[in-house]
């Protein structure tokens, strides 16, 4: 980009530039809480690292003085800041309320004057965001690329914070649905030895299945809020485009990719054991940057303050859905893919999953079960699925079975010895 290409506000108006000061004043101070580095602030914002060192040294925003378009605002304005909290700092509403009351002036002087006295009342309302003991976690996904036995997937690491100590638990799944998502908060539960009493949440479908831009009106995930009723929490949607609502748990997501950069595991399991031994020896026992104490420590404030959920059993999840067999007799659920008998080709079956396992039925009838797969692109093969084809019983003419290397086609049926068939189903099951 060329200076021909910048554009610049123009600093004609004094309001403009103290408006300016101001914004700037707090998103540098937003940013820099969040634990981004001055460099990159200054990246983002178009200013100089002098000029973010600069404001951060100064304790208060600089002032907002009023300007001789503001005098006939001078009259109202103990209205205005009286009902500025009731309207929730709406510039259009006070407007509107100021026309009955006989003011002759526009409604962009009146944008003029809220904007700053909300801008305070947001960055006020973040600074006192701190939380009592046990009141309040805040939970939220973050992703990373990790090599899981010499290969390179993608991570989903679920993160939960408590508000108060800062204490985190943080574990590794091969994506974010529903029962990720509810198992991971079982284990923080048994993980803290408890539960605190709300939980503040984005706004993903595991959640939130709709909302209004101001929160009044959310529409929850059924089974979740089945969930959070069988556990006695109370759970909280943050508004959108607010990140500051659920900032700790963010620079908690941020910290773990830090850790797990670079590094390189056997498996996912190996992962998150990993995780957890770094959470137990450094991330609990550092000193926080906010609280300027150990969360460890302050742990033990709000311990016993925690919901029990002991002698609870698990919540119990089980998803479902309908698949057709294919001709290799293999079904595909959730990227992996499994066998059964040959004499359900083409037919639909059902697909459950319970914890480690994985069910399919056909007419209400379990047909097979096999382990669930651990990860993606993988498959459970059992050999007796394939007998009937292998002795020749109603072979068909192409007989197609699906492997790692792609397609085996058969063409027309030939008499082999069976140590052949017996060889390729072995392969294929490797």
């Not at 420590?297 to 002991?310: G, N, T, V």
């Amino acid at each position: 980009m060329t200076n021909q290409d910048v554009c610049f506000l123009p600093r004609t108006a004094s309001v403009g530039r103290q408006m300016i000061k101001h914004e700037l004043w707090h998103e540098i101070h937003s940013r820099f809480r969040l634990r981004e580095s001055k460099k990159s602030i200054a990246r983002s914002v178009g200013v100089s690292v002098q000029t973010v060192r600069k404001i951060l040294k100064q304790d208060k925003a600089p002032c907002y003085k009023r300007t001789k378009q503001d005098g006939m605002l001078v009259s109202y304005e103990g209205f205005i800041r009286q009902r500025l909290p009731a309207v929730g700092y709406c510039a259009r509403s006070i407007y509107e309320e100021l026309v009955e009351q006989g003011y002759p002036g526009s409604y962009d002087t009146v944008k003029l004057f809220v904007r700053p006295l909300r801008r305070e009342a947001q960055a006020a309302a973040t600074v006192r965001f701190e939380t009592p003991p046990a009141q309040q976690s805040q939970v939220d996904w973050g992703q990373c690329w990790s090599v899981l036995a010499g290969k390179r997937f993608k991570v989903h690491l679920f993160v939960m914070t408590l508000g108060y100590s800062r204490r985190m638990f943080c574990k590794g799944t091969w994506n974010e649905q529903l029962p990720a998502f509810l198992r991971s908060h079982e284990e923080a539960f048994d993980h803290f030895g408890g539960l605190t009493h709300e939980y503040i949440y984005d706004n993903p479908k595991t959640v939130v299945l709709s909302r209004d831009l101001e929160g009044r009106r959310v529409k929850w995930n059924p089974t979740f809020w089945d969930f959070s009723r069988y556990y006695g929490f109370r759970a909280w949607a943050h508004r959108p485009y607010r990140a500051q609502t659920k900032g700790k748990v963010e620079s908690g997501v941020k910290y773990v990719k830090r850790y797990l950069r670079g590094k390189a595991f056997e498996s996912l399991e190996h992962l998150n054991q990993s995780l957890a031994n770094w959470i137990a020896k450094v991330a609990d026992n550092r000193i926080h940057g906010t609280t300027h104490r150990k969360p460890i420590d302050m742990f033990a404030e709000e311990q016993d303050l925690l919901i029990s959920h002991k002698g609870k059993p698990r919540y119990h999840i089980q998803g479902r859905a309908v698949r057709h067999v294919a001709r290799d007799c293999m079904v595909t659920f959730e990227t992996n893919r499994y066998s059964v008998p040959r004499r359900f080709v083409g037919k639909p079956v059902e697909v459950q999953t319970d914890r480690d396992r994985l069910l399919i039925y056909y007419q209400g009838q379990l047909v097979v079960s096999h382990p669930r797969c651990q990860g993606k692109y993988q498959h459970e093969i059992k050999k007796e699925h394939y007998f009937g084809i292998f002795y020749g019983e109603d072979l068909p003419s192409v007989a197609m079975l699906h492997f790692d290397h792609g397609p085996l086609i058969q063409q027309d049926v030939q008499v082999r010895d069976l140590a052949f068939y017996q060889e390729l189903v072995e392969g294929g099951a490797q």
